[in-house]
């Protein structure tokens, strides 16, 4: 069963317009979360992190908001670029020493000019 | 600071067979993890080195192994190769691990016929 899931596959999104990507947990353990771009033939490249005492965190054009609550955290990117069309990974991790983070599937977005 | 460098990029097998794959931290970083990710799948944790000792592992089978040496750099072995290993294999490096960013290579590609 996976811990942290991405429901939507694929996002398309017009330039200039709000992005907002969704990923929901299920482990209550989990209290660090980070969003990770990933280009194709590339690495993923760090986003935006948030841990569970914080329930927004922003830079620049990107806004991670986490409702511990509900498990669900959601990554706002406005304007939305082309440049920002890659797959967008969600991970989570157990702030303890040598957890490692568990990945959602991705969600591929899309920004049309 | 030169990145997570990893070789080879593209590596082509066939069943049975065994290959090993390498990764170079960023300079000072002593912990790699390594993840295995494949279409449409999340990038799924295989298995954190640190101070040349496997700290955590995932849920794969023992064909699937690693190391680290003294100056941090990683390998990863997979015997007996089969079809399903096709996949992007991506280390990533962070300074102490845990619940610290991690920094992604570009990943090897691994086809297996």
């Known amino acids: 069963d996976q811990q942290v899931k991405q429901n939507s596959p694929s996002l398309s999104v017009q330039e200039g317009r709000i992005s907002i990507l969704n990923c929901d947990y299920t482990?209550?353990?989990?209290?660090?979360f980070l969003w990770y771009k990933k280009y194709p033939a590339e690495g993923p490249t760090f986003l935006i992190s948030?841990?569970?005492?914080?329930d927004k965190n922003e830079d620049g054009r990107f806004t991670v908001f986490l409702n511990k609550s509900a498990k669900h955290l959601s990554l706002h990117i406005v304007p939305s670029q082309p440049g920002d069309s890659a797959v967008y990974f969600c991970?989570?991790?157990?702030?303890?020493?040598?957890?490692?983070?568990?990945f959602g599937p991705g969600t591929r977005l899309s920004v049309l000019p | 600071k030169a990145g997570v460098t990893q070789t080879p990029r593209y590596l082509i097998k066939t069943r049975g067979q065994q290959v090993t794959l390498s990764c170079s931290p960023i300079?000072?970083?002593?912990?790699v993890s390594w993840y295995q990710q494949t279409p449409g799948q999340g990038l799924q944790f295989l298995f954190e080195?640190?101070?040349?000792?496997?700290?955590n592992k995932g849920n794969f089978p023992g064909r699937f192994s690693g190391r680290q040496f003294s100056n941090s750099r990683s390998e990863m072995n997979v015997s007996t190769l089969e079809l399903g290993d096709s996949a992007l294999y991506l280390c990533?490096?962070?300074?102490?691990?845990?619940?610290?960013?991690?920094?992604f290579g570009p990943g090897t590609r691994l086809l297996v016929l």
């Open positions: 990533a490096s962070s300074l102490m691990g845990g619940g610290e960013t991690q920094y």
């Open positions: 482990n209550s353990m989990f209290d660090y």
């Open positions: 948030i841990s569970s005492i914080k």
């Open positions: 991970a989570a991790s157990v702030g303890n020493y040598g957890q490692n983070f568990v």
């Open positions: 300079s000072g970083h002593r912990s």
């Open positions: 080195y640190f101070s040349e000792t496997q700290r």
